[in-house]
C-alpha cells in the first residue's frame, strides 16, 4: 500500500527566509510525487511534479523540490517566503506500478508566513 | 482556458433532503475524480472515472452517495439521503490520460462545494 505523511502540520517563517515543507513516502516500486497548493475557499492547485529524471525539480512561483530516494522524500523548498505563499500544501504520491493513476495525498501543511 | 466548474458553490440544506452536486472537467481531459475533504479525514477520493467509466468507487462512504458521468462534459454526485455527517467541501478533479500513456500528469481541481446539511 501507499502513503505520503507530512509530518508538520504547520510551518511557521518570516518572509524573506528559506521555507521548507517536508514529505516522506512509502510505496512499491518508483513513486510519481507531486505537491499542490491550496489557498482559502479554493481548491488544489499544481505546483510541480516528479516523474523521473532530474532529482531537482523546478515549479511554479518560485518553488521547487527536491526527490531523494534513499531518504524516500520530496520536501518543498523555496529561498525566498513571501506573504503571498501563505496558504495549505499537499504532497501526493502514486506508484508508477499503478496503472490507474490514484494520487494519495498527505494530510498537508499550513504554511504561514509573517511579514 | 476554463478549468474545471463545479456547481454549486455553496450547499446548506437539511437533514434528510437529495443533494446533487456537478462537476465539467476540463475539455479533453477523460479522467475524473470526485473528492471530499473535512478537517477531520483531510482529502479523501471518493470515485474516480476514465472515459466516463467508474474505475474505482471504493471511496464512496455507502449506499447514500452515488455518482454518474452521463458523458465527457459533465459528472455529478449525489447524496439521498444526506446527513449532518456528510457536511464538507466537495471537490471534483480532472486529468488527461493520453493513450497507452503512463497518467502521470496533474490533477486539475475545481474551487469546490461547501456543503452544509443542518
Redesign the interface.
Known amino acids: 500500500a501507499q502513503s505520503v505523511a507530512q509530518p508538520e502540520d504547520q510551518v511557521n517563517v518570516a518572509e524573506g527566509n528559506p521555507l521548507t515543507v517536508k514529505c516522506t513516502y512509502s510505496v512499491s516500486g518508483n513513486p510519481?510525487l507531486?505537491w499542490?497548493v491550496q489557498y482559502p475557499?479554493?481548491?488544489?492547485?499544481?505546483l510541480l511534479?516528479y516523474?523521473t529524471g532530474d532529482n531537482l525539480v523546478k515549479g511554479s512561483y518560485g518553488f521547487e523540490a527536491e526527490f531523494n530516494k534513499s531518504q524516500t522524500s520530496f520536501h518543498l523548498k523555496k529561498p525566498s517566503a513571501l506573504v503571498s505563499d501563505s496558504a495549505l500544501y499537499?504532497c501526493a504520491v502514486r506508484p508508477?506500478g499503478d496503472?490507474?493513476?490514484?494520487?494519495q495525498?498527505?494530510?498537508?501543511t499550513q504554511v504561514v508566513v509573517t511579514p | 482556458d476554463a478549468g474545471?466548474i463545479q456547481s454549486p458553490r455553496h450547499e446548506v440544506t437539511e437533514m434528510g433532503q437529495e443533494v446533487t452536486l456537478r462537476c465539467k472537467p476540463i475539455s479533453g481531459h477523460n479522467?475524473l475524480f470526485w473528492y471530499r475533504q473535512t478537517m477531520m479525514r483531510?482529502?479523501e477520493?471518493l470515485i474516480?472515472f476514465?472515459n466516463n467509466v467508474p474505475?474505482?468507487d471504493s471511496g464512496m462512504p455507502e449506499d447514500r452517495f452515488s455518482a454518474k458521468m452521463p458523458n465527457a462534459s459533465f459528472s455529478t454526485l449525489k447524496i439521498q439521503p444526506s446527513e449532518p455527517r456528510d457536511s464538507a467541501v466537495y471537490?471534483c478533479?480532472s486529468?488527461l490520460?493520453p493513450q497507452g500513456g503512463?497518467?502521470?500528469q496533474?490533477?486539475?481541481?475545481?474551487?469546490?462545494t461547501?456543503l452544509s446539511i443542518l
Not at chain 1, 475557499?41 to 499544481?46: A, I
Open positions: 510519481y507531486f499542490y475557499n479554493r481548491g488544489l492547485q499544481f511534479k516523474i499537499f508508477q496503472s490507474w493513476g490514484k494520487f495525498f498527505g494530510a498537508g | 474545471v479522467s483531510g482529502l477520493l474516480y476514465n474505475i474505482d471537490f478533479a486529468r490520460d503512463s497518467r502521470n496533474p490533477q486539475h481541481f475545481g474551487d469546490g461547501r
